[in-house]
């Protein structure tokens, strides 16, 4: 029997021509690269918990403005499967900083990040970013 998904989120952080990446400090993806995010908490919607998972792991603030992409992330041998949302979302405040289960953080263009060790599915989501208008959709108001 397969275990039911867990719902999870992430934000790309855009500022100017860069995007804002972390270096996952624990799981399954322990020294890659991501955008920022997790769980999804109980009785949480996606939106509150991309901006949640984004104050915890980098002490900014950003404001929605779109989806990017879902991924269906297959189990690994420490997670089940994983449901992922991705956001869009523009800078508005703070100084980017590894906390909670980042390592490490970096404002970097999406190209050049393609160079980096990234988790799954982020190859695509960069590329996505640099294609845009049409595969974002905004976020309703």
Do not use: C
Request: hydrophobic share 50%; aromatic share 4%.
């Amino acid at each position: 029997m397969t275990a039911p998904a867990i719902a999870a989120v992430s934000v790309a952080v855009l500022r100017g021509a860069k995007v804002l990446l972390v270096q996952r400090g624990h799981g399954a993806a322990i020294g890659q690269w991501a955008f920022p995010g997790g769980r999804i908490q109980s009785g949480e919607t996606e939106e509150a918990a991309a901006l949640r998972e984004l104050a915890e792991e980098t002490a900014i603030t950003a404001r929605l403005t779109g989806t990017l992409a879902r991924y269906a992330v297959p189990a690994s041998p420490t997670l089940g499967p994983i449901d992922l949302m991705v956001f869009t979302a523009s800078y508005v405040a703070g100084t980017a900083r590894a906390q909670d289960d980042a390592r490490a953080v970096v404002w970097i263009r999406p190209q050049d990040a393609l160079t980096r060790d990234l988790a799954v599915n982020m190859a695509d989501a960069l590329r996505r970013l640099y294609h845009p208008p049409e595969r974002i959709t905004p976020v309703p108001r």
